[in-house]
């Protein structure tokens, strides 16, 4: 995943392919050049810990009604102006609270004998971007038979993605809009994002959500070729759509009206069996 020589080293997680001069960081933010190589600068680095039902992932149709170890750290390898999580995932650095993968798994197995953990949901911030905590931990997790969750937005090469994927065992995937003109301006790559959404489709249970946006990504021509997409995959494939609130440098915009959420919901009901409205 990583080349370099004595003057950078070249970041091959994500699609940003990022060239970092000594001590510096990527677009993430969480990952750093250190004596020529790129390093996780995010590694069990943690600025969120909760336990809670997997339906807030959210992930409707995976072990419904149980309860999951939620972990953030910082950064994100996205740059969306309405991000609704903006303090952890635009946030910095947390040295004081660190956490290593086997203090992770030991936390989990506490919590499935106390009330039934089910395992460990990396979400909150952009998780792939902690690519090799994310990876150390999950194969710890699969040894003592827990789950492994990401809640994520999809934007990872596609070598270190198949290297992960035997160890997850479900995904939420955020595609921001079916458009490839907005996700270049929130810094994505939209084929990426298609692409890895099919990849975890092979190996793990996936559910998508799609914030919507009023004015934005909210027409139904983009609904009708994301919910297309979609069913040409598998149309038992679960799709969430969610309102947008002012948040970040978006606090201009309006709340999504009800109306919208309920005119997409029609267009996607065509053709995926399961669709659900958040944030109602």
């Given at each position: 995943m990583i080349s370099s020589n004595r003057n950078f080293a070249v970041c091959n997680l994500c699609p940003h392919h990022c060239h970092l001069k000594e001590g510096a960081s990527g677009i993430c933010r969480a990952r750093k050049c250190v004596e020529g190589k790129v390093v996780s600068s995010s590694y069990g680095n943690l600025s969120a810990l909760a336990l809670d039902?997997?339906?807030k992932k959210p992930l409707y149709h995976f072990h419904k009604g149980s309860q999951i170890l939620s972990v953030g750290s910082f950064g994100c390898n996205l740059k969306c102006p309405f991000c609704q999580n903006?303090?952890?995932s635009?946030?910095?650095s947390t040295h004081d609270n660190y956490y290593a993968p086997d203090d992770i798994v030991d936390l989990a197995l506490k919590l499935k004998h106390e009330c039934g953990n089910i395992g460990v949901a990396f979400t909150y911030n952009e998780p792939l971007i902690s690519y090799e905590y994310?990876?150390?931990t999950a194969r710890l997790l699969k040894q003592a038979d827990l789950c492994t969750v990401l809640v994520t937005n999809g934007t990872i090469c596609e070598e270190p993605f198949l290297a992960l994927l035997p160890y997850i065992d479900a995904l939420n995937i955020d595609l921001k809009a079916f458009s490839p003109h907005f996700y270049r301006k929130i810094k994505?790559?939209?084929?990426?994002?298609?692409?890895n959404i099919r990849l975890a489709h092979e190996f793990s249970h996936v559910e998508i959500t799609t914030l919507v946006i009023d004015g934005?990504?909210?027409s139904d021509e983009d609904m009708e070729r994301e919910c297309q997409f979609l069913c040409s995959i598998d149309k038992?494939?679960?799709?969430?759509?969610s309102r947008c609130f002012p948040r970040y440098r978006w606090s201009h915009i309006r709340i999504t009206p009800y109306e919208t959420l309920d005119r997409l919901l029609g267009i996607a009901q065509k053709y995926l069996h399961h669709v659900y409205l958040g944030n109602v």
């Amino acid at each position: 995943m990583i080349s370099s020589n004595r003057n950078f080293a070249v970041c091959n997680l994500c699609p940003h392919h990022c060239h970092l001069k000594e001590g510096a960081s990527g677009i993430c933010r969480a990952r750093k050049c250190v004596e020529g190589k790129v390093v996780s600068s995010s590694y069990g680095n943690l600025s969120a810990l909760a336990l809670d039902p997997i339906e807030k992932k959210p992930l409707y149709h995976f072990h419904k009604g149980s309860q999951i170890l939620s972990v953030g750290s910082f950064g994100c390898n996205l740059k969306c102006p309405f991000c609704q999580n903006h303090e952890i995932s635009m946030g910095t650095s947390t040295h004081d609270n660190y956490y290593a993968p086997d203090d992770i798994v030991d936390l989990a197995l506490k919590l499935k004998h106390e009330c039934g953990n089910i395992g460990v949901a990396f979400t909150y911030n952009e998780p792939l971007i902690s690519y090799e905590y994310v990876l150390d931990t999950a194969r710890l997790l699969k040894q003592a038979d827990l789950c492994t969750v990401l809640v994520t937005n999809g934007t990872i090469c596609e070598e270190p993605f198949l290297a992960l994927l035997p160890y997850i065992d479900a995904l939420n995937i955020d595609l921001k809009a079916f458009s490839p003109h907005f996700y270049r301006k929130i810094k994505g790559d939209f084929d990426t994002v298609l692409n890895n959404i099919r990849l975890a489709h092979e190996f793990s249970h996936v559910e998508i959500t799609t914030l919507v946006i009023d004015g934005v990504n909210d027409s139904d021509e983009d609904m009708e070729r994301e919910c297309q997409f979609l069913c040409s995959i598998d149309k038992e494939m679960p799709l969430h759509l969610s309102r947008c609130f002012p948040r970040y440098r978006w606090s201009h915009i309006r709340i999504t009206p009800y109306e919208t959420l309920d005119r997409l919901l029609g267009i996607a009901q065509k053709y995926l069996h399961h669709v659900y409205l958040g944030n109602v």
